[in-house]
T-cell receptor, first 110, second 113 residues
Framework: NAGVTQTPKFQVLKTGQSMTLQCAQD?????MYWYRQDPGMGLRLIYYSASEGTTDKGEVPNGYNVSRLNKREFSLRLESAAPSQTSVYFC?????????FGNGTRLTVT | SQQGEEDPQALSIQEGENATMNCSYK?????LQWYRQNSGRGLVHLIL?????REKHSGRLRVTLDTSKKSSSLLITASRAADTASYFCATAGGYNQGGKLIFGQGTELSVKP
């Protein structure tokens, strides 16, 4: 089973550039989440989608947008990247606990 | 703001010793979960304890929960070098919160052979 797949694995952007991080799960989960992980900060929730067709803000949504394209896919978009968005981004999914995580996208904004 | 605070931030032990990590949280919870993260990988679920449970075991893992003190501990017995990883607690609120988890900052465990 592939589980949760994130693409790309690594990305370097210049300040002001835009990009979309892709996430897909093959476990038929209802809920999907985007977290960012920074040293000493643990994981912080950016956005989540409790079910297909709904999205809600998490703890740190500023500078991001999301799209729940269908039940399988949940994308995260940075419209104008800033150095403060340098981080490792994790997608996760679940129907009932626990969360299943992808292996992350390491993003550097210069 | 972070829900969970973990202690210690880093722990170094010898193989065969026990490792104890603690987690404190601020608000009422539905359940508390522990996850493990190997370097460069995503998080993997270890164990879930519900708010009405006080202790739970899974293999070499023992988790306790004290809702009056808003704290939990994870004990790994007879540790192995392969247990080297970061460990995170995460709390889940009520069902009206979309099932989202709030994570602590993690404990970095190093087990020396």
């Amino acid at each position: 089973n592939a589980g949760v797949t994130q693409t790309p694995k690594f990305q370097v952007l210049k300040t002001g550039q835009s990009m979309t991080l892709q996430c897909a799960q093959d476990m038929n989960h209802n809920s999907m989440y985007w977290y960012r992980q920074d040293p000493g900060m643990g994981l912080r929730l950016i956005y989540y989608s409790a079910s297909e067709g709904t999205t809600d803000k998490g703890e740190v949504p500023n500078g991001y947008n999301v799209s729940r394209l269908n039940k399988r896919e949940f994308s995260l978009r940075l419209e104008s990247a800033a150095p403060s968005q340098t981080s490792v981004y994790f997608c996760a999914s679940t129907t009932v606990s626990p969360l299943h995580f992808g292996n992350g996208t390491r993003l550097t904004v210069t | 703001s972070q829900q969970g605070e973990e202690d210690p931030q880093a722990l170094s032990i010898q193989e065969g010793e026990n490792a104890t990590m603690n987690c404190s949280y601020k608000t009422s919870i539905n359940n508390l979960q522990w996850y493990r993260q190997n370097s460069g990988r995503g998080l993997v679920h270890l164990i879930l304890i519900r708010s009405n449970e006080r202790e739970k075991h899974s293999g070499r893992l023992r988790v306790t929960l004290d809702t009056s003190k808003k704290s939990s501990s994870l004990l790994i017995t007879a540790s192995r070098a392969a247990d080297t990883a970061s460990y995170f607690c995460a709390t889940a609120g009520g069902y009206n919160q979309g099932g989202k988890l709030i994570f602590g900052q993690g404990t970095e465990l190093s087990v020396k052979p």
